[in-house]
């Protein structure tokens, strides 16, 4: 057997252990963690819709006629006609012609993947993708290449040399660095050398492009040009599921073929439900995306002008990059102390060496909050050039 307390242990020393709070009431801004308030600028509520009463209202006003289970998986009795509506108004909202409705990003990122790519095919995945990518890469049997963040001119070579079914996939925007993927140069790319292009746009939905409709849709790429477009509903859209949109057939072959979909308790109705409301929502508040571009540019601003390096990132995600574990973890206590949360991310969510502290933005936030951000920042900024910043208490 392992010795699992061991393990533990080690991790606790590379200052690498992970411990969880527990929250009490909604998911807001001002969070109630471990029986403390913070202020929070680590959530992925981006349009600030997680405890939204139009939303609430639709979700619960529905329950008397949907229930509350999913009771079975779609392809028994579970697919209800909130689960079709919304599918319908995914679809619309993506500008695709059709869409189906997964548990979570995860789920659906690992059913997308190993369904269309397969023993024999090739998955070409840049390195920064996120992990449910990875494992929807391993899960395929596929021959798995990764291809340096971002570098199209990479990509394109090794598709030239590669023969047989091709798959591309890629975050739409990253989610620890909160750079946009360049997906016109990918959709050429993949047109070129006959490859399927797959976009996650989990971070992307609700915040960029025409009405919130994602990164995809800010690029102009239609559904020839992004056949698969994965997007998830538990971050700018503020319920939870995810989605798959694409062609009619697509979604046909992914409901005969995708086991995450298939061997899984379907959603709970008033879930659908709310996430359709949500959308209406979405499409309709585009003060909630300027509110939140305002966010975005006053903490670029402050932040920079203390002499902290951030990464080239215009949209919601806005990592500190620190690099030590140690001084990661010291800087987000420290901001903690002062009421601020913000959580440390270490390996082996990046890379060795760039541990850093992923500020999140959210039109939740006021101009006030993002002030009581930079203010506690500025006190913590001796951390990190008092030279070493110690190990903090885990
Ligand atoms: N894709 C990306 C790019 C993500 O960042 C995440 C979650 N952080 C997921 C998929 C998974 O989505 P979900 O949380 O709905 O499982």
Redesign the pocket.
Known sequence: MRDFAQEIEQRKLAGLYRSRRLVSGPQQPTLVADGKALLSFCS?DYLGLANNPEIIGAMTSSLPDVGVGGAASHLVCGHHEAHHHLEQRLAMFTGRSAALFFS??????LGVISALAGRGDTVFSDRL?????IDGCILSRAKVRRYPHGDVAALEAMLAATSGHKLVVT?????MDGDIAPLRELARVCRCHDALLVV?D??GLGVLGPQGRGSVAEAGLSEEEVPVL?G????GIGT???FVAGSEVLIDYLVQKARTYIYTTAMPPALAVATCASLDVVERDGQRRSHLEGLIRKFRAGAQALGYELMPSRTPIQPIMIGDNWAALALSQSLEAQGVLVTAIRPPTVPEGEARLRVTLSAGHSERDVDLLLQALAKSRPILSGGGAGKPAI
């Open positions: 992925n979570t990003g995860y789920m659906a990122n993708n996120h992990a449910s990518i975050d739409g925007v990253f989610s996650d989990a971070h994965v998830t509903l538990g971050k939870s599921g995810a």
